[in-house]
């Protein structure tokens, strides 16, 4: 992951555009969510399974993604994982600009709408992803976790992101969550795009 100039040097102490970068970029990030269940053509595994947990219970996908992470959070105390701002700022931001989104973003009423929106949302989302995750003040509730686990137990990080991944857009089906050609792009192609933004960064707002 690269450091950028609005990359912090601890978790919990950042400098004012660090704090700015991190803010926009969890907002974009959960903006970028938002467009994609709003495509109606499959979410991020995760938010399937959020999606699935909002269906059983009449909670908002806001309400039910902020359990997700809460829950998911505590799960790091005995894996000894570290906290930092950014961690629950991630836990706070996202929920809230995922519902505000799919609140106030229409559902595209033709298919080509919906594709559109589809990728927009994959690329919003990426885009999100890199600025917080260059901001260096601790990963996200799902990252921790796997992050956690992996130095637990030693196993690959590959194996684990998968396994997650599967595991809680599966749960998140029988659940009631939706599941589309946009839950298997996002599997597939979002890692690049991520880094595709990581190499921007790096080139145009390298660390001093």
Known sequence: ???????????????????????VGLAIFG????LLVQSHLGATPWTVFA????HQTGWSIGLATAVTS????????P?????????????????????????HIAVPTTLIGRIGLMFAGLLVF??????????H????????LMTGLQVRFGWPVAWIRSSLEFGAMSIGWLLGGHVGVGTLLFVVIVGYEVAMFF?????????N
Do not use: K
């Open 51 to 54: 999606l699935g947990l909002a």
């Open 126 to 135: 990426a885009f999100g992803a890199s600025l917080y995750l260059t901001c």
């Open 199 to 207: 190499s921007l960064w790096r080139h145009v707002a390298p660390e």
């Open 70 to 77: 809460a829950t998911v959070m505590i799960g790091w105390f």
């Open 79 to 103: 894996l000894r994982q570290r906290v930092g701002l950014g961690s629950l700022a991630n836990a706070a931001v996202f929920p809230i600009v995922l519902n505000l989104t799919v609140t």
């Open 31 to 34: 903006c970028g969510e938002g």
């Open 137 to 144: 003040m601790g990963p996200g509730p799902r990252d921790g």
């Open 1 to 23: 992951m690269p450091r950028t100039r609005w990359s912090a040097n601890d978790y919990w102490r950042g400098s004012p555009l660090s704090l700015l970068v991190l803010g």
